[in-house]
């Protein structure tokens, strides 16, 4: 379970993220969703230990990204934006190498290196080196490298950028996937479309606010909007800006 509450981050003159509280329960899967420069990815970069807040606090199963960095990060998988493989290195040996930042037994990093190659169905490139993969291989793989330590709470940025059709849908089945086995997934998008069709949950964020946290319907009715990207562009209306 992840737990946001009054996250605060400026760069600079820049109000990043300015106030943003919300929870992300087991077993459900919460979007993020607002325009580019809401500070979506601000907040899954400071849930992910790779930011500090100015102020507020965040905590991945009761653990403090700041106070305990270490035992938070080992409890999440991270796929941001951007995949960063290694690109001399094989599929298997970028996913493997994960396995061992993660500290994982030697003696079961194999196992489950492949487990997650025939979840993500990556058999057909795993010992290829990444160089020149297409966007939806490195994304897989990058998936891959988020999940080969089991992690109770998944945090995805934008991860069907670039994907094309096919690709996207099968990152969504395994989304559900991972919902249907109890774990916290958080991911960022600025598509309704796709947060409606997987969320149970949508954190609508603008000018760095959290403007609505509801279910599609909730949203519907605070908007009073039957058409969901109607109700996403007045929930974002309804933000003003903090000087």
Request: charged letters at 25%; hydrophobic letters at 40%.
């Amino acid at each position: 379970m992840i737990r946001v509450t009054d996250l605060r981050k400026s760069f600079g003159d820049v109000k990043a993220v300015q106030g943003v509280s919300f929870n992300a329960d087991d077993g459900k899967i919460t979007g993020l969703l607002g325009p580019n420069g809401a500070g979506k990815s601000t907040t899954l970069r400071t849930l992910y230990t790779v930011l500090k807040p100015d102020s507020g606090t965040a905590t991945i199963d009761g653990v403090d990204v700041v106070t305990d960095s270490l035992a938070a990060r080992a409890r999440i998988g991270s796929l941001p934006h951007g995949s960063g493989l290694y690109p001399h290195l094989t599929a298997r040996e970028n996913i493997a190498y994960y396995a061992r930042l993660y500290e994982m037994p030697p003696d079961t990093i194999d196992a489950a290196v492949q487990t997650v190659i025939d979840q993500l169905d990556i058999n057909d490139f795993a010992d290829r080196r990444t160089k020149g993969f297409s966007q939806g291989q490195r994304t897989k793989v990058s998936l891959a490298r988020a999940l080969v330590h089991g992690p109770q709470n998944i945090l995805l940025d934008e991860p069907s950028n670039g994907l094309d059709v096919m690709a996207t849908r099968s990152l969504r089945e395994r989304i559900r996937e991972l919902k249907a086995a109890g774990k916290c997934v958080l991911f960022s998008s600025h598509v309704m479309q796709e947060v409606a069709a997987l969320c149970d949950e949508i954190v609508i964020i603008a000018a760095g606010q959290v403007a609505l946290h509801d279910t599609t319907d909730g949203i519907r009715r605070a908007t009073g909007c039957d058409d969901l990207e109607e109700a996403f562009v007045k929930a974002i209306g309804m933000v003003e800006p903090v000087s």
